[in-house]
């Protein structure tokens, strides 16, 4: 039998979607990242405070954007697609080192879309998918590091629920992020939180705009825009050890948050 | 001697009439000249054709939203048609190197109002990779056309994307463009709200 890609899909999310009572805590309000004074510069690190343990049992999505024929952003000799692998795998490491097991969507320069992306993630049930990206801007003096969520496109076309017409409820594929959101503000907060404290962050750290790489994805979904490349000193600076190594260890502070009960985070 | 000081003074006159006649024709087609700002010049020999000013969208200069500015477009009585004028000068003004939200090349392919307020833009000219990489910068140049279409067309409640006659799903890595759009406040700066 012949099984599309779609149906395929389908399947998945709707047998996915049994983890979806496992997503983590409603939203808490989170602190103020406070902005660095240089854009150009790291701020001097705040200890965060994550045990080595904090993130055993879960399983976290990393997804390096672009790669293959897709280069994403250029700026010189700096690649997008090279930049957002190496941070995660980077990124990795670190989760590993806290005890999650991690998933990366891709591990070399291949091309892969949108779709493919989502698959990896829902194939793995994640607890959390974090896309990864640099960002550009026709304004050369945009600066700092910016966390995505995703909004539905419009809410006008939902199917609405027709529980004695049905007896299985259909997920559409572009849909199936909407039941995340929650959990996803909350996730995003915390990123600008631990990324404030670490990196240059935008005066709008946390932004709402539907994404095509998080439509689909059965797990409450960030994608990170981590610094300008249009913006020259931005691009030297995201390609330090230094701060790779300052966006991984927010990132672990982050989820470690997120992984929390509401009762242990206070 | 005295034949060439006449013929001097003749040909003094007929220049200073020449010179004159030319003056008085200059005067009165300034008199019948249209008012700029409402009209465009003829256009191969037929009436002048009706103006209308439209607000299109730049990048702010002192943040990663929009700002308004104002064009002039052809006025047109259908309004499918006003929808096209519209979003071709949008795109049209998103690919000048100054504004530089859309790739050189870019262009509208067509452009239509649905009955039910859907406008249906059709792009080609795009490169293989789209807008390049870029949340701020790829949403950007799909709003700089959604807000076009939301402030100047009255009736229009969405927007659709094509890409050479096919539905997009993405103009490169980031925005979902498979639903309709509708205008996101958010990118807009203060002044253009």
Partial sequence: ?266 | MKHRGILVAVVGVLIGTLLAGAGVRWWMARARRPAPVTTAPHVDGGAPIPHVAVTLFDPAPDSDDLAPVQQEIPKVTDRSDHARLVVEAALERAVLPAVGLWPVGSLLRTCFLTPGGDVIIDLTGLPPQGLGGGTTAERLAVQALVSAVRTNIPGATSVRFLVDGQPATALGAHVDLRGPLAADRDTLHPGGR
């Fill in chain 1, 1 to 266: 039998m012949h099984i599309t890609r779609p149906v395929l899909a389908l399947l998945l999310v709707t047998t996915g979607g049994l983890l979806a009572a496992q997503s983590p805590a409603p939203p808490q309000p989170a602190e103020t990242p406070s902005v660095p004074a240089s854009t150009s510069t790291l701020p001097p690190a705040a200890p965060a405070a994550v045990s080595a343990s904090g993130l055993a049992g879960w399983i976290v999505v990393l997804d390096p954007g672009h790669g293959g024929d897709d280069r994403g952003v250029q700026a010189g000799e700096l690649v997008e697609a090279q930049l957002t692998l190496d941070i995660a795998k980077r990124t990795a490491a670190a989760l590993s080192a806290h005890g999650a097991r991690v998933v990366l969507t891709r591990e070399s320069d291949i091309t892969m879309d949108a779709d493919a992306r989502a698959v990896r993630a829902n194939q793995t049930h994640g607890h959390a998918y974090l896309s990864l990206h640099f960002n550009r801007s026709p304004r050369t003096a945009a600066t700092g590091a910016e966390i995505y969520t995703h909004q539905p496109a419009s809410m006008d076309d939902a199917e609405p629920p027709d529980a004695q017409a049905r007896t299985l409820a259909l997920v559409r594929w572009d849909r199936v992020q909407d039941r995340h959101a929650p959990a996803a503000e909350h996730l995003a907060d915390l990123l600008a939180t631990a990324l404030g404290h670490r990196v240059p962050v935008s005066a709008t750290p946390h932004r709402r705009l539907p994404l095509r790489p998080l439509a689909g994805v059965d797990a409450p979904s960030v994608l990170l825009e981590l610094a300008y490349l249009s913006h020259p000193g931005q691009a030297a600076l995201a390609a330090t050890p230094e701060f790779q190594t300052a966006v991984s260890e927010a990132i672990v502070e982050a989820l470690s948050a997120a992984r929390r009960p509401p009762d242990a985070a206070r």
